[in-house]
DNA sequence: TAAAAAATTTAGACTTGTCTAAAAAATTTA
DNA sequence: TAAATTTTTTAGACAAGTCTAAATTTTTTA
């Protein structure tokens, strides 16, 4: 097996490539919180692994056998965050730091059992799709709410940011997973917008809006 | 937070103890699969942290702070048995390995939390006790089949060794945690007895006797 | 396109936890 | 109780993962 120092480094080159093809040594220490004299070093020890795909100052991709560690370390944190917040009652922002160490426990049959138990999810506390146990999940696109017009809706689906203070300032105003908004206003003077959510308007800055998404 | 090594010590130092007031660098040292050398630097770092007493070549005993800290981690251990058990049906011989994984996982909350969700176990499955939050548990004594006599009987509350191999044996012929037995006879020439289990008689050698344990 | 700036890698060092081999202390035994 | 044995500790080394500082490569910019 991999140890946490690897997996932690192939989780994150994951989530640094769905926006750019090459992941670079910078990006990958701003990630992980270190400098990129510890990337480098790493970097040579997964390419030995054959899980990267690394040139010296080229940046690296996944390989296969990489993505599929990465797919496996998401599919187990998303559960454990599914677990900790439908059976343990844990609200969406208290459970990542947790599910950051639940993700390195081993055992493949724990986490079939444990998607099982939960009727096999299909997304995470924050929307995001939870990859069966052979690392497939639908690549469903999503947009943000400031991509919408006036009288335009769609029914929120996930966040691009997942920071507590922005996950609690959402709970508060009920702009959860799943509710259906409609955009009612948009002020020309900041893009901020007035959302209809069932009975109540709510008003968002651009920046909120740019971070909810909605399925297309 | 101590490490994942520190916890480990501290860990096989507790269970140690149960046997031996002081325990020793070689006990540890086989408990824990490494060398002496390597227990007496980590005993250093220990007694640093003031988590045991340790005077060179005199063996070592758990303050009280490294004492709460085994607890918990014991408290962690037996609840996540449990969970494995009873809501991802795994088998008693199954557990022990993902259990010394999750047992590491640090929330306090999600322990507390785990626990009411199970609504506050009392044994685990092998019939060992959790110990509450504070570290408190019921030091109830249990004696092994092997010192009861012809006639007597007992309800089976614990065994004293945890290997898959014994618990699968002890599984097969149905002797698990709750089941009610009495000797009907104990056999002179190797002292192996016969039990009544519900309905069936069952033949069991004096090791297994020894132990399988009863409450008193 | 050459100089400046930014990004990346290399070199050497440090910490944690481990090891082997040798030394020292404690215990057993004759 | 002195010698032999066992246990424990010390000394020095190593691997993993990290760091700082310096060197190198790439990218930007003037």
């Known amino acids: 097996m991999n140890t946490l120092a690897e997996e932690n480094y192939l989780k994150s080159i994951y989530h640094l490539s769905l926006n750019d093809v090459n992941v670079s040594t910078n990006q990958i220490a701003a990630a992980l919180n270190t400098k990129a ?9 997964l390419a030995d692994k054959a899980l990267i795909n690394y040139a010296k100052y080229q940046g690296v991709t996944l390989t296969a056998a990489g993505e599929k560690i990465a797919l496996h370390i998401i599919r187990k944190h ?4 599914y677990f900790l917040v439908e059976k343990l009652h844990f609200k969406w922002d208290e459970v990542h730091e947790m599910a950051e160490e639940m993700e390195h ?4 049959e724990l986490i079939d059992r444990l998607d099982k138990f ?10 995001d799709p939870i990859p069966d146990r052979n690392g497939n999940f ?3 696109e999503l947009k943000p709410i400031a991509a919408l017009n006036v009288n335009e809706n769609g029914i929120i689906s996930g966040v691009r940011d997942h920071s507590p203070a922005f996950l609690q300032y959402l709970g508060k105003q009920q702009l959860t997973i799943g509710k259906k908004i409609k955009v009612t206003e948009i002020i020309d003077y900041d893009l901020s917008m007035i959302l209809q959510v069932e009975q109540t308007e709510i008003h968002i800055s651009r920046e909120v809006a740019k971070n909810l998404l909605i399925a297309i």
């Open 37 to 45: 004299a510890s990337v480098t070093d790493m970097l040579k020890k």
């Open 78 to 81: 998303r559960l454990w965050e």
């Open 105 to 108: 426990i081993s055992s493949i």
């Open 118 to 127: 939960m009727d096999y999810p299909k997304h995470d506390p924050h929307g």
């Open 138 to 140: 639908k690549k469903y």
